[in-house]
């Protein structure tokens, strides 16, 4: 649990950053990726460096647990797809990408997303109360208690 706390301690305020930049500064995320998506190279090294992140927790946290730790696998996966797909097919990327920048709402919707999946994170990663493994519970109920 702790190696998750940690991922969502890293994922969650760079989710939320990313967010509030759609959202707060829409036409200039529009030109930034329009300028980018024309960019062949910039779109293999960010497959690279999704890539590498995404092999990275996935190598460290792939947990298919019924509980909240499922969004940092899915998010490994994710980005371990999406850097294969940057980096071996670049033209699908811009063609792809330059048709979901044409929607208006593109960048409030991804905005909010990101925003929310962000604060998510960041409430288990920094908030959430510490829990005990089941045999740590198990370890700790059965230490005999000191007497003061």
């Given at each position: ?25 829409t ?13 062949h ?13 995404g ?38 990327v ?26 998510l ?20 109920s ?7």
């Amino acid at each position: 649990m702790e190696r998750s706390r940690f991922i969502a301690k890293l994922i969650g305020p760079v989710c939320i950053c990313g967010g509030l930049g759609m959202l707060f500064n829409t036409a200039v995320f529009k030109a930034m990726f329009e300028h980018g998506l024309h960019d062949h190279l910039l779109i293999y090294l960010a497959g690279f460096i999704a890539l590498t992140g995404g092999l990275a927790i996935v190598l460290l946290h792939n947990k298919w647990e019924c509980n909240w730790t499922v969004i940092i696998t899915l998010f490994g996966w994710l980005a371990v797809i999406g850097g294969i797909i940057r980096m071996v097919v670049p033209q699908v990327v811009e063609e792809f990408g330059m048709r979901l920048i044409a929607y208006h709402t593109f960048f409030v919707m991804d905005g909010w997303i990101a925003v929310l999946l962000g604060v998510l994170l960041s409430y288990f990663g920094f908030l959430s109360p510490p829990t005990l493994s089941p045999t740590r519970a198990a370890r700790a109920s059965s230490r005999p208690r000191r007497r003061r």
